[in-house]
C-alpha cells in the first residue's frame, strides 16, 4: 500500500503566503515525478507544478513566479511554497506521485486526499 498524507492548507489574506507538504510512505520503490494539482469549485482539476527525480520542474502559468515547488527524494516528500496569493488560488490543492511498488512494474499515478486553500479577505 501506498500513502500521500498532505499538510498545510488553510485561509489566507490576498497577497499571503501558505506551505504544503505532502510525504509518500508505503510499499515505494521509485518515484519519478511528485506535483501538486488543484480544483476549484465547478472547475477541472488542474496542475500547478510537478518535480522530476532529477530535478526538473514545471508550472501552470498562472503560478509562475509565485510558488515555488522542492522536493526531497530521500525522504520521499514534495512541497509547495505559494506567495502573493490571490482569489483564484482558491481550491482543493491534491498531491500526486507517480510511483512503483516493484522494479518489474510499470508507474502509476497516487493522490493525497486533498487540502483546502482559501483565499479571502
Known amino acids: 500500500q501506498v500513502q500521500l498524507v498532505e499538510s498545510g492548507g488553510g485561509l489566507v489574506q490576498p497577497g499571503g503566503s501558505l506551505r504544503l507538504s505532502c510525504a509518500a510512505s508505503?510499499?515505494?520503490?521509485?518515484?519519478?515525478?511528485m506535483g501538486w494539482y488543484r480544483q476549484a469549485p465547478g472547475k477541472q482539476r488542474e496542475l500547478v507544478a510537478l518535480a522530476t527525480s532529477s530535478g526538473s520542474t514545471t508550472y501552470a502559468d498562472s503560478v509562475k513566479g509565485r510558488f515555488t515547488i522542492s522536493r526531497d527524494n530521500a525522504k520521499n516528500t514534495v512541497s509547495l511554497q505559494m506567495n502573493s496569493l490571490k482569489f483564484e488560488d482558491t481550491a482543493v490543492y491534491y498531491c500526486?506521485?507517480?510511483?512503483?511498488?516493484?522494479?518489474?512494474?510499470?508507474?502509476?499515478?497516487?493522490w493525497g486526499q486533498g487540502t483546502q486553500v482559501t483565499v479571502s479577505s
Open positions: 500526486n506521485a507517480n510511483i512503483r511498488t516493484r522494479i518489474w512494474s510499470t508507474f502509476a499515478p497516487y
Open positions: 508505503g510499499n515505494i520503490r521509485d518515484i519519478n515525478t
